[in-house]
Each structure stands twice: as C-alpha cells, then as structure tokens.
C-alpha cells in the first residue's frame, strides 16, 4: 500500500481558468478529507466525505469550489475560474472509522497550484 | 469559535536539552487533541493523540483541559526531531479539525 496517492502534484495555470486534481486514498478508508495550506500556515479544513456522502464543508470553500467522491473511493476537487488567492497546496486525507470516533489521518503529498 | 494556537513559529534547542512545544485551544466541547509532525520531504503524519495517552519517539503530551492546553514534551532532545510540529483538534462527533500554524523545530548538534 502506498498510502495517500494525490495527482497531479503540481498544477501551474492562468488565472481564470479551471483546475481539478485527484485523491485516492487508502484502499479500505471510509472517510476523506480535502485540505488547504498557504505558506507559514497549517492545513485549513476544506471538506469532508464519509463514503461517497459529503458531511461537512467549511465556508472556505466557496461556490468556484466543488468536490466529489463517487462509490466512495477517490474524490476530486475542482477549482473554477481560478483567482491568484487560490495558489495554494492542497491536502488530502483519509482515515478508517465508524460513528464519532475520530481515527487518525494519513495524509497525501498535495498538489502545489501556482497561479500565474 | 474553535482555534488551536502556537505560539512559538521556531524553536531551537541543543541536542540533548529538553524540548516543549506549546499548544493552547479553544473549543466549547470535548475536543480530541493530536499532533503531527512533518519531517523534510515526507508527509504529514500523526505523532500522537490524547486518548492514547502514549510516547511516541519518546514524546509525550499531556492535555490540561483546566488551561486548554496540549502541550508536546521530550526530556532529551535528538537531532532527528527536526521538523515541523502541528498541534490539530477534532469535535467529537464531527469530523472538522483544526490545525495550529505550526511550530518549526530545530536540533542543534
């Protein structure tokens, strides 16, 4: 098992135009999550899947932004009509769970976007 | 509103020396308290978490709900600490956590 697969892990792009980027987790992992980090920051929680359900979803994501995980396996993130404020590294994570207990995450490498 | 403060961006101690991270939170439940470390090049991963009450590389954490505090604590400080340290909190029975801004470790021979 090679843990947390993010792609691509660098996106350059134009400002305005759309960006999507790939999460597959850990094979037997029920719950992911999508993150956001900027430079001298720690990751800022951007949304959270358990099976192909979205449950939660901060009010840092805003309508440019959509994910989805369908059948509950990878998830993607879609960033439309990208802004310069977007550049950012984005963290994805899973974890193994039922009910409220919070197992621990195991985190992905990120994909660095740079807008130009 | 829930946040998870450190205070310290860098902390530079001798080899061998004590080493504290400080971690302060503020949350109105029952939080689940971790922390992560990041080494050069590798990933986030989790170092320990509260209810484990364990040590791991030989550090420890103790949370203080009295202070909300979770503070990161070795007695003998190893130059293979070096790392970035994030102290996160969990809402029991939500899934949202919170990630400090990080503390930057370095251990001097």
């Known amino acids: 098992d090679t843990g947390v697969s993010q792609n691509p892990r660098h996106k350059i792009t134009k400002r305005g135009q759309n960006v999507t980027f790939r999460c597959d987790p850990i094979?037997?992992?029920?719950?992911l999550y999508w993150y956001r980090q900027t430079l001298g920051q720690g990751p800022e929680f951007l949304t959270y899947?358990?099976?192909?359900?979205?449950?939660?979803k901060s009010r840092l994501l805003s309508d440019r932004f959509s994910a989805e995980r369908p059948k509950g396996s990878f998830s993607t993130l879609e960033i439309q009509r990208t802004e310069q404020g977007d550049s950012a590294m984005y963290l994805c994570?899973?974890?193994?769970?039922?009910?409220?207990?919070?197992?621990?995450?195991?985190f992905g490498d990120g994909t660095r976007l740079s807008i130009l | 509103a829930q946040r998870v403060t450190q205070p310290e961006k860098l902390l530079s101690v001798f080899k061998g020396a004590p080493v504290e991270l400080k971690c302060n939170y503020s949350?109105?439940?029952?939080?689940?308290l971790f922390w992560y470390v990041q080494y050069s090049r590798q990933r986030l991963q989790l170092l320990l978490r509260?209810?484990s009450r364990e040590s791991i590389k030989g550090f420890t954490a103790d949370l203080n709900k009295g202070e909300t505090s979770f503070h990161l604590k070795k007695p003998f400080a190893q130059e293979e600490d070096s790392a970035m340290y994030y102290c996160?909190?969990?809402?029991?029975?939500?899934?949202?956590?919170?990630f400090g801004a990080g503390t930057r470790l370095f251990v001097k021979a």
């Open positions: 509260h209810i």
């Open positions: 899947f358990q099976n192909e359900a979205q449950l939660e």
């Open positions: 949350y109105s439940g029952s939080p689940e």
């Open positions: 996160a909190l969990s809402n029991t029975g939500g899934f949202k956590t919170i």
């Open positions: 094979s037997e992992h029920n719950r």
């Open positions: 994570a899973s974890s193994v769970g039922t009910g409220p207990s919070n197992q621990p995450q195991h």
